[in-house]
T-cell receptor, first 116, second 111 residues
Framework: EPEVTQTPSHQVTQMGQEVILRCVPI?????FYWYRQILGQKVEFLVS????????KSEIFDDQFSVERPDGSNFTLKIRSTKLEDSAMYFC??????????????FGPGTRLTVL | KQEVTQIPAALSVPEGENLVLNCSFTDSAIYNLQWFRQDPGKGLTSLLLIQSSQREQTSGRLNASLDKSSGRSTLYIAASQPGDSATYLCAFQTAGNKLTFGGGTRVLVKP
């Protein structure tokens, strides 16, 4: 069964460093998302992406964050200068084309980001 | 702004008992809701999707209901098993694409 994959599973970085989290959405899906979950807190929406542009972003998604679909399969989240509070589990999700009400979002296994 | 609340935060039951997990939301203008399962340190597994026009959805031992007028959804898990132990999350999609999540209910099913 098709699934969303994410790499790496765990990333450790120093504060101020840039990180790139990678995702391969399900192949025929057209909507892509990033969410994050700080330990012990709710899953929070970061950004949605469709037709090679951001369709919606949250207040969390500031200028330190960017997303890209560099080729036909990968979807990346870049954090330019990591902060301690960026430590979280980051989830990628994808959804097929079609009306929002009929399509569920499928989530990847997540990347645990630890900022030291 | 959509607020989603899940009660109780944790639940412990003996094997075989039925589970009832509650989710409430403040904005009735929802497109759909999803129930997810999350195992410790793992990703989110989609269990059920209920469209806004539906009242309930069933998959095996799982049944989810939606009552927009009262702002509630309930997930029923029949005849619980130790393998059902996990955190269960509800999430709503309103205008736009994003999902708004509840805090989850942590379930422990004791053998």
């Amino acid at each position: 069964e098709p699934e969303v994959t994410q790499t790496p599973s765990h990333q450790v970085t120093q504060m101020g460093q840039e990180v790139i989290l990678r995702c391969v959405p399900i192949s025929n899906h057209l909507y892509f998302y990033w969410y994050r979950q700080i330990l012990g807190q709710k899953v929070e929406f970061l950004v949605s992406f469709y037709n090679n542009e951001i369709s919606e972003k949250s207040e969390i998604f500031d200028d330190q964050f960017s997303v890209e679909r560099p080729d036909g399969s990968n979807f990346t989240l870049k954090i330019r200068s990591t902060k301690l509070e960026d430590s979280a589990m980051y989830f990628c999700a994808s959804r097929p084309w079609g009306a929002s009400s009929y399509n569920e979002q499928f989530f990847g296994p997540g990347t645990r980001l630890t900022v030291l | 702004k959509q607020e989603v609340t899940q009660i109780p935060a944790a639940l412990s039951v003996p094997e075989g008992e039925n589970l009832v997990l509650n989710c409430s939301f403040t904005d009735s203008a929802i497109y759909n809701l999803q129930w997810f399962r999350q195992d410790p340190g793992k990703g989110l597994t989609s269990l059920l999707l209920i469209q806004s026009s539906q009242r309930e959805q069933t998959s095996g031992r799982l049944n989810a209901s939606l009552d927009k007028s009262s702002g509630r959804s309930t997930l029923y898990i029949a005849a619980s098993q130790p393998g059902d132990s996990a955190t269960y999350l509800c999430a709503f999609q309103t205008a736009g694409n994003k999902l708004t999540f509840g805090g989850g209910t942590r379930v422990l099913v004791k053998p």
